[in-house]
């Protein structure tokens, strides 16, 4: 199969148990190209886990899941050293983040210093502890889930945590054809279970490295850049997008030509993506920045902004 086959083999075979959202799908899939990590946030019960889970079994990978609670340490996360009686010494028992996917479901319901633990691992694909350092499988992807901030129980993700992933995007209620297919599914299967692994690990390495090498010229990289420096002097502003946010846009304008089967950006890809990649990482000035209810108000701001900056011919 050619690479734009694996892609549309990908997507077709998550859409047998994800309905009616092709949209989030090619997102995520957009994600897992880009060497990213993604973050949904819903309301209970639109599919969220689903599609994390579908996406796992699509892939011949490893994938652990981690429901996340008030009381979860890092050390649940990141593993423990544990004495080994018969060695004589202690022995590094690793955590469910050694995996090629992981699910972090509901991440905001666990303490700011248990989401902490996974910065590392988001950013560097590996973990620190006991003065070694150990790297995590690859591919490696970070797929967490959330519900709004004002659902009770619920911790804000820092800003540090929330730079950290790819996108934030929001699923919304399926349609009525969609949502009448779900009805139809046999109670005792969970949907993902119908859903067969139809990439290996191998060939998503070999996708990211053809993703890398997308060409992005340097006409390109100055709109996306001009788009960032307004984020930083907007006055509605009070946090703009980080350089970690202007590579996080530049990979994914990567990703999305190469999904278009492309080898080259066009200054759309950088302006579609913009409002998708960038509202995450600011913080408005008045409240509480860019969270719960006000993610709207990041995202129209970071909108507007790209609508502000001349396309380049």
Do not use: W
């Not at 060695?87 to 479901?105: H, S, T």
């Not at 960038?278 to 507007?304: I, N, T, Y």
Request: aromatic share 4%.
């Amino acid at each position: 199969m050619n690479p734009s086959q694996k892609i549309q083999l990908l997507q077709t075979n998550i859409e047998r148990v994800v309905k009616g959202k092709s949209q989030a799908i090619e997102r995520t899939i957009l994600c897992l190209l880009a060497r990213g990590h993604l973050l949904i946030e819903d309301v209970p019960g639109v599919g969220k886990t689903t599609l994390a889970h579908a996406l796992a079994r699509s892939l011949d990978c490893s994938f652990r899941r981690i429901q996340f609670t008030s009381d979860l340490l890092p050390s649940d996360i990141l593993g423990i050293s544990v004495f080994n009686r018969q060695k004589q010494g202690f022995e590094f028992m690793p955590g469910p983040i050694f995996a090629n996917v992981v699910l972090a479901d509901e991440i905001n319901r666990t303490t700011p210093k248990t989401q902490s633990s996974l910065l590392e691992a988001m950013n560097e694909a590996q973990v620190s502890m006991d003065n070694e350092t150990r790297p995590l499988p690859q591919p490696f992807m970070v797929i967490a889930t959330q519900n709004p901030a004002e659902h009770h129980g619920t911790f804000p993700l820092p800003e540090s945590q929330l730079d950290r992933f790819l996108m934030r995007i929001g699923i919304g209620y399926p349609d009525a054809v969609a949502e009448k297919q779900v009805l139809d599914r046999p109670a005792a299967l969970h949907p993902a279970h119908e859903v067969d692994a139809v990439l290996t690990g191998d060939d998503v390495l070999e996708l990211q490295n053809m993703v890398d090498k997308v060409r992005l010229d340097d006409v390109l990289q100055d709109y996306l850049l001009a788009i960032v420096t307004q984020t930083r002097r907007s006055e509605l502003l009070a946090l703009g997008v980080s350089t970690r946010g202007a590579v996080a846009l530049s990979r994914a304008a990567k990703a999305l030509a190469f999904v278009r089967n492309r080898s080259y950006c066009l200054p759309d890809d950088v302006k579609e993506l913009a409002p998708i990649i960038l509202p995450h990482r600011v913080m408005l000035k008045a409240g509480l920045g860019a969270r719960g209810p006000r993610f709207d108000e990041a995202r129209q701001v970071v909108s507007d902004i790209v609508e502000s900056i001349p396309v380049p011919l």
